[in-house]
């Protein structure tokens, strides 16, 4: 489900106040790919996603859960 306008713009408010500002660190499961289905208002998905994805440096985890392990050793 896409973001909603209020949803929307203050992400981009976020977004726009830090870049080149401070540092941002996003972590989220879905993967980059959706990100602008997710946002939603192609020009704002755009105008965020090149803040974010433009600058970034990108850390793709992979591989299982290590959750899983913990809960086995409770």
């Not at 401070?22 to 998905?45: F, N």
């Amino acid at each position: 489900q896409a973001f909603d306008s209020v949803t929307r713009e203050i992400v981009m408010d976020i977004i726009d106040d830090r870049f080149g500002e401070s540092s941002t660190i996003v972590s989220s499961q879905i993967p980059v790919s959706a990100w602008y289905d997710l946002i939603g208002e192609g020009t704002i998905a755009d105008a965020i996603l090149d803040r974010l994805v433009n600058s970034s440096h990108r850390l793709d985890l992979k591989g299982e859960s290590l959750r899983k392990g913990i809960l086995k050793n409770e």
